[in-house]
């Protein structure tokens, strides 16, 4: 059994010395510092998040997706026929119920992409981390249900089109080296009556030839589970911790994949103890063979302070030590 | 003349002159006395009822000159409320997230003095200003309670004494906003029985503004909220909500927003003109209230003044169509 992260990990802290980003930014935004000195900034920041999460003692890292404003922004920027929003009116949303707020992205044309955009990060990213890394992207319907559409007809020909330029960076990604992408789609479970368009859009995700972590977060996974089970993805992962759901009864039902618990709450200053998390993991083994089994926060911890993301880490590794290592029942899947 | 048509008003926040921000600043660095800061916020406080009344709006707000922001405000304010960390909130915008570390109680009134010396400086009506109890609970992290409902309703009881105090303190429109009343749509019987407490014992008009988010979701369930207003964000969403008043009819009184308050462009008056003329399809003049979409407290000072114009202007246009229809 493996410890890993999702998503994005908190830009600055409450520490006097942990707001060198926010501060950059602003001087940026004002013109006193150049962009090579902002670059320098953002790979400081995301080298100390990739050696905070791996102090921690997580064994999967990512690079905390320091330089995303939100999970569009760096898609958006880089794509053909998207845009971010600069236009007439600036459209600003709420990203579900978090409180954070996203740019919407604005298709103003067929989308197309060299596959690149991911590229310079990740390989920074992995001169870096010592554990095993991990990239990640938007998903496909997250992405064309948050955008803003001026070009396709239909929401299954813009989830498409997303779909293949997605699947183009992944490809770019894994020409760069990478052995796993987590793509973040909490869509595909927020809105379970596109769950065949997501499996479609999937499929062209899975051509790629990289293995892929189809995240979910958010919403408990409950009407979808059993479609999630045969979807192309070597991973799924599910949030079985900050809302009531059913699925930590049914990890049966993936076979052969991997699933990714969330387990202790990204979105909750409240601290989970280490025997709650423990038990979380004891459940899941019931069902999913350690091999095959996961653990994380539910969704990225930048919903948190720096603070509390650290302690989070801390109880997740505890717990999940706690449950595989002194005795606890490790069965294999029937 | 009739002015009890389209009374025009604004949402609650406006932006902060600059002098009231560097004070902000220097207050919190310890470098300036809260005593210095609050004279300072009574100034900004005193100049935008000024401005309010010269650009003519109706019904009039105190701009919230002692508010960082709308949550953060009141949970300072309240017991069993501790600051949280700093979490971010967009782009390279952070605030700290409040935690409910315990229960919940109200050891004095919040807004009180505020509403009383903003009332005191004009004829016109200010309104009483509140966060609702589900945004409240929304928008911190609740360690406290077993549930969210157990800290809605608890959030609830604190927000009604503030508001019966608002109405016995004079005020004759109370706005109790909630936001966040579509996070999570399943819970939206949550925010309505929480927001039927804080207004059971009202006689004051009471109003909610509801803003982002997917207000499809809880449409027409929101009817239900126990509020004589709704208070709408349109501009930002290209009117859309308006067409949901075609399968059920808005029962409600409207605030309808007809300038957006993201963006530094500044709408036409035939632009925002329009937009009320939409509105009127579904409520009548008596019923319908322009305003910016939102808080304007992002927008600097003329800004501000320029969108509130926009809104006055196009008001007396449609009012004129009206008048014109209506034979005296």
Same mark, same amino acid.
């Given at each position: ?7 994005a ?25 150049? /962009?090579?000195?902002?670059? /320098? ?7 100390g ?6 102090? #921690? ?26 845009s ?9 949303? @709420? ?7 996203? @740019? ?5 044309? &067929?989308?197309?992409t ?14 870096? /981390?010592? @554990? #095993? ?99 192309p ?22 076979r052969?994949?991997?699933v990714?618990l ?15 998390? #423990? ?16 653990? /994380? ?10 603070d ?5 880490? &801390?109880?997740?590794?505890?717990? #999940? ?6 005795? &606890?029942p ?5 | ?46 100049? !935008? ?10 019904i ?9 922001d ?15 960390g ?8 952070y605030?700290? %997230? ?6 919940v ?6 807004t009180?003095? !505020?509403?009383?010396?903003a ?7 200010v ?9 409240m609970?929304? !928008?911190?992290?609740?360690? +406290?309670? *077993? ?25 004759r ?5 909630? *936001? ?24 004051? %008009?009471?109003?909610?503004?509801i803003? =982002? ?6 449409y ?6 126990p ?5 709408? +964000? ?6 859309? !909500? ?9 029962? %409600? ?16 008056v ?11 399809? =579904? ?6 209230? *322009? ?5 304007? %407290? ?7 003044? +320029? ?15 009206l ?5 005296a």
């Amino acid at each position: 059994m493996k410890t890993t992260v999702v998503g994005a990990f908190p830009k600055i802290s409450d520490d006097p010395g942990g707001q060198e980003l926010r501060r950059a930014l602003h001087r940026s935004d004002r013109g006193e510092i150049d /962009a090579a000195a902002l670059d /320098a900034v953002f790979e400081a920041v995301t080298r100390g998040a990739i050696e905070e999460i791996e102090g #921690a003692g997580i064994d999967v890292v990512n690079d905390g997706e320091i330089r995303w404003d939100d999970l569009f922004a760096p898609l958006a920027r880089a794509w053909t026929g998207v845009s971010r929003g600069a236009t007439t009116t600036t459209p600003l949303d @709420r990203f579900y119920d978090s409180n954070t707020y996203f @740019r919407q992205p604005v298709i103003e044309g &067929a989308i197309r992409t060299n596959g690149q955009t991911l590229v310079r990060d990740y390989r920074f990213a992995r001169s870096i /981390a010592k @554990r #095993a890394l991990k990239a990640a992207i938007c998903g496909p319907l997250t992405f064309a249900t948050h955008a803003r559409d001026r070009h396709y007809p239909t929401l299954e020909e813009r989830t498409l089109a997303v779909a293949d330029a997605i699947a183009e960076e992944i490809r770019g990604l894994g020409a760069a080296g990478a052995t796993l992408v987590d793509v973040e789609d909490p869509a595909v479970v927020a809105l379970p009556q596109h769950i065949e368009l997501a499996r479609e859009a999937y499929g062209r995700l899975a051509a790629a030839g990289v293995p892929i972590a189809l995240q979910t977060s958010f919403f408990p996974a409950d009407r979808v589970l059993s479609a999630l089970a045969s979807f192309p993805v070597a991973q799924v992962g599910l949030d079985v911790r900050s809302r009531e759901t059913t699925a930590l009864g049914r990890l049966d039902a993936f076979r052969g994949k991997t699933v990714v618990l969330g387990i202790v709450d990204a979105r909750n200053t409240r601290l989970e103890s280490v025997s709650e998390v #423990a038990r979380l993991v004891e459940e899941a083994l019931k069902l999913v063979p350690a091999d095959r089994l996961w653990v /994380a926060p539910t969704t990225g911890l930048e919903y948190l302070p720096h603070d509390v993301a650290l302690k989070k880490l &801390a109880v997740l590794v505890e717990g #999940a030590r706690a449950a595989t290592g002194a005795g &606890a029942p490790v069965r294999v899947a029937p | 003349m009739n002015e009890k048509i389209l009374l025009t008003t604004s949402v609650g926040s406006f932006g902060k002159p600059e002098y009231l921000q560097k004070a902000r600043n220097l207050h919190a660095r310890g470098k300036l006395s809260t005593d210095e800061l609050r004279e300072l916020e009574r100034k900004a406080t005193t100049e !935008w009822i000024r401005i309010q009344e010269e650009i003519g709006l109706d019904i009039l707000v105190d701009g919230e000159m002692y508010r960082g922001d709308m949550v953060a405000y009141f949970a300072d304010l309240l017991d069993g409320y501790k600051e949280g960390g700093l979490v971010r909130s967009y782009g390279n915008r952070y605030y700290h %997230k409040p935690i409910i570390a315990g229960k919940v109680s109200r050891p004095k009134p919040m807004t009180v003095e !505020w509403f009383q010396y903003a009332q005191s400086l004009t004829d016109r009506p200010v309104k009483g200003m509140l966060t609702g109890p589900y945004t409240m609970l929304d !928008w911190s992290f609740n360690e +406290a309670y *077993p549930t969210r409902r157990d800290a809605a309703l608890a959030l609830a009881e604190v927000v009604r004494q503030e508001a019966e105090d608002l109405q016995a303190a004079g005020a004759r429109y109370i706005q109790i906003d909630e *936001p966040a009343i579509h996070a999570r749509p399943e819970e939206i019987g949550i925010a309505i029985e929480a927001m039927a407490i804080v207004t059971r014992n009202l006689k004051a %008009k009471t109003v909610s503004h509801i803003c =982002y988010g997917d207000f499809a979701a809880i449409y027409p369930a929101v009817l239900e909220l126990p509020v004589d207003q709704l208070d709408l +964000a349109m501009v930002n969403y290209d009117y859309r !909500w308006l067409d949901l008043f075609d399968a059920h009819p808005f029962t %409600k009184e409207l605030a309808i927003g007809i300038v957006d308050v993201h963006t530094h462009e500044l709408e036409t008056v035939a632009e925002a003109a329009a937009g009320i003329r939409k509105g009127l399809r =579904y409520v009548s003049a008596e019923r319908l209230y *322009p305003h910016p979409d939102c808080g304007l %407290k992002t927008r600097s000072v003329e800004e501000t003044i +320029a969108k509130c114009k926009v809104v006055v202007e196009a008001t007396k246009v449609v009012r004129e169509e009206l008048r014109a229809k209506v034979p005296a």
